[in-house]
């Protein structure tokens, strides 16, 4: 019973394609996150979505998209993949205390 | 700027060392505090958590950390590190609700 669950694990994809990365939470938390790892393994917050509503958006480009067709799921859409893209994404989610986040095991994307 | 800071780079300890690892952040107010660990090709896991009471706090696997108000610090320690331990640690702040930011870690490699 993952609490927190994204797929695909790995992601291979050419420059230009776009693809998506799905995410499902069955803990009941409210609040749902993207972060992106990057090579040098720091963590960066890029979307949270709360009640089906975006309340962080940090500087990504507008080729991420984020999804939220209910509250225990959030998808990230990523159109024209760059290779800079490149990264692996984690999925959170939180209840609305704020004292708990839970990941997912991270999605790999390699854009070639 | 808002910050969270790991100072520690990468950490190369031998077994039975003793462990210390530091965090501050520049955050005013209220905070939540965690520590993640990453072990090598997984996801996050949540080592230890402050919110409240005793600054002193224990968290899993022989970890603990001390929460300094005044020195704005959350550093992780461990009397006694094994093979086991080696892996990324992550501090992270929750400053108000649904916002988690992350230090750029440290990687702690352990020398059987």
């Known amino acids: 019973d993952t609490a927190v669950s994204q797929t695909p694990k790995y992601l291979v994809t050419q420059m230009g394609n776009d693809k998506s990365i799905k995410c499902e939470q069955n803990?009941?938390?409210?609040?749902m996150y993207w972060y992106k790892q990057d090579s040098k393994k720091f963590l960066k917050i890029m979307f949270s979505?709360?009640?089906?509503?975006?309340?962080i958006n940090e500087t990504v480009p507008n080729r991420f998209s984020p999804k939220s067709p209910d509250k225990a799921h959030l998808n990230l859409h990523i159109n024209s993949l760059e290779l800079g893209d490149s990264a692996v994404y984690f999925c959170?989610?939180?209840?609305?205390?704020?004292?708990?986040?839970?990941f997912g095991s991270g999605t790999r994307l390699t854009v070639v | 700027a808002q910050s969270v800071s790991q100072h520690n780079h990468h950490v190369i300890l031998s077994e039975a060392a003793s462990l210390e690892l530091g965090c501050n952040y520049s955050y005013g107010g209220t905070v939540n505090l965690f520590w993640y660990v990453q072990y090598p090709g997984q996801h996050l896991q949540l080592l230890l958590k402050y919110f409240s009471g005793d600054p002193l706090v224990k968290g899993i696997k022989g970890f603990e950390a001390e929460f300094i108000k005044s020195k704005f610090s959350f550093n992780l320690r461990k009397p006694s590190v094994q093979w086991s331990d080696t892996a990324e640690y992550f501090c992270a702040v929750s400053p108000w609700a649904n916002n988690l930011f992350f230090g750029t870690g440290t990687r702690l490699t352990v020398i059987p």
């Open positions: 803990l009941g938390h409210d609040t």
């Open positions: 979505y709360n009640n089906k509503e975006l309340i």
């Open positions: 959170a989610s939180s209840a609305d205390r704020g004292d708990g986040y839970t």
